[in-house]
């Protein structure tokens, strides 16, 4: 792997333009000492697709860069779940990510609380939906209930369930997303209290 990183700066308007993001990147570059990088800036088409991006992705897969540069996450994504998305794969290639505007790098220690938190709630939530699935399947075995959902009038015929699933994944991520940023708040204001108390509080949970 080659030790250089991509500066990406990305604008949606052609009324915008990428000066600011520019400025903020080649600052933080000089200021930490980033000598070897390439700056990537995209012009968001009128299509909502970004090539370069894309682009980046495939060589960060490939191993081409050794992590990525923005000013803030919403320059890098446009939704809480592309986020995601794009943090578990990037995690996965063992690449840098970091944003300059929330203050966050990965792989520094606030980035670490930042994945372990994310864990976290990924798993307690996968535990519950879980136990409710298995607490319901319990009670309509003893009512003598038919399991799974009721045959409506529009069995008869095939239904394309991908884009009601899409919507209700997306709701959950943004919904994760959003809870694990404000433990991330709290952990940062709050140094006498422990991640996991902090976590537990945040979820109501007890005997941690």
């Not at 996968?126 to 298995?134: A, D, F, L, P």
């Not at 899409?166 to 943004?174: A, C, G, P, S």
């Not at 404000?182 to 709050?190: A, C, H, Y």
Request: aromatic residues 8%.
């Amino acid at each position: 792997m080659e030790n250089k990183y991509v500066l990406y700066a990305r604008i949606s308007s052609s009324d915008q333009n990428f000066v600011t993001q520019e400025n903020i990147l080649l600052d933080y570059a000089l200021k930490n000492k980033i000598n070897d990088y390439v700056l990537i800036k995209e012009e968001e088409t009128t299509r909502k697709t970004r090539p370069l991006k894309q682009k980046i992705l495939t060589s960060l897969k490939n191993g081409a860069y050794v992590g990525v540069i923005v000013t803030s996450f919403d320059r890098w994504s446009r939704s809480h779940s592309e986020l995601i998305s794009d943090m578990n794969h990037i995690i996965n290639w063992n690449v840098e990510f970091i944003s300059i505007n929330e203050n966050i790098d990965i792989k520094s220690k606030e980035g670490e609380i930042f994945l372990n938190a994310f864990g976290i709630f990924a798993e307690y939530e996968r535990k519950r939906i879980s136990e409710r699935t298995k607490e319901g399947l319990k009670v309509r075995k003893k009512l003598d209930k038919p399991l799974g959902r009721p045959k409506g009038r529009k069995d008869n015929y095939k239904r394309n369930n991908d884009n009601y699933l899409l919507k209700e994944k997306k709701k959950r991520i943004i919904k994760k997303f959003n809870d694990l940023m404000e433990v991330e708040s709290e952990i940062l204001n709050n140094k006498e209290l422990s991640v996991l108390e902090l976590i537990a509080d945040r979820l109501s949970i007890t005997n941690i």
